[in-house]
């Protein structure tokens, strides 16, 4: 979840909560090893928590909401790309489209 997204979420049990403070917590959180920030393209932050980060995953955003969802599973056949004598050693896998809301929301084609 992206910073914005947790105020929205954490407004519903406590309104009067500001940006600044979610940034502080957010901070203190990836301190205490509870969260990891997801690297992603882009200047906009998310979060998640450091439990699923350790699990090999990747991720899906989306280029209407902007919203970003784990992809579970990975076809580990990079190996198979790499030229001659390359040794892999990690990989990082970003996915990008629509997600379901924003591809069933898109306007449909009128019929000519
Ligand atoms: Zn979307
Ligand atoms: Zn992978």
């Known amino acids: 979840m992206s910073p914005p997204e947790i105020l929205q979420f ?7 909560l500001g ?15 509870e969260l990891s ?5 882009g200047d906009r932050l998310y979060y998640e928590l450091a439990d699923k980060a ?11 909401c902007e919203r970003v969802f784990d992809v579970e599973g990975c076809d580990d056949t990079f190996n198979a790309l790499l030229p001659k004598g390359f040794v892999l050693h990690a ?22």
């Open 91 to 112: 990989h990082d896998l970003t996915l990008y489209g629509l997600c379901a809301d924003c591809s069933r929301s898109k306007p449909k084609r009128a019929r000519a």
């Open 19 to 33: 940006i600044a403070t979610v940034y502080r917590n957010l901070k203190a959180m990836v301190e205490a090893g």
């Open 10 to 16: 954490a407004q519903q049990h406590v309104p009067r």
């Open 37 to 41: 920030p997801v690297p992603l393209p």
């Open 54 to 64: 350790q699990h090999h995953h990747h991720h899906f955003r989306c280029e209407v």
